[in-house]
């Protein structure tokens, strides 16, 4: 995320609210999304996705199971909201 930004500083200050608004969570989530919040987190999903399905495979898991854990990790994967 560009957190030396403007968009960064507002991140910030918005963060340190002691709560925030239904306006100010918009404001914030529009805020994430522009800095690359969103596009950070799916690489970092689908790296984990990777690298539990490593640890699947080395644990030589029942590979019916495996293949129900891995559908499982790709529908949460691919949601939208």
């Not at 963060?15 to 925030?20: D, G, I, V």
């Amino acid at each position: 995320m560009t957190l030396g930004s403007a968009d960064g500083t507002k991140i910030a200050e918005l963060y340190r609210s002691a709560q925030l608004s239904d306006g100010q969570l918009l404001e914030l989530a529009g805020l994430i999304e522009r800095a690359g919040g969103r596009e950070w987190t799916q690489t970092a999903a689908e790296e984990q996705i990777e690298a539990a399905t490593a640890c699947l495979t080395a644990a030589e898991v029942v590979p019916g199971i495996a293949g129900k854990l891995q559908e499982l990790a790709n529908l949460v994967l691919s949601r939208k909201h």
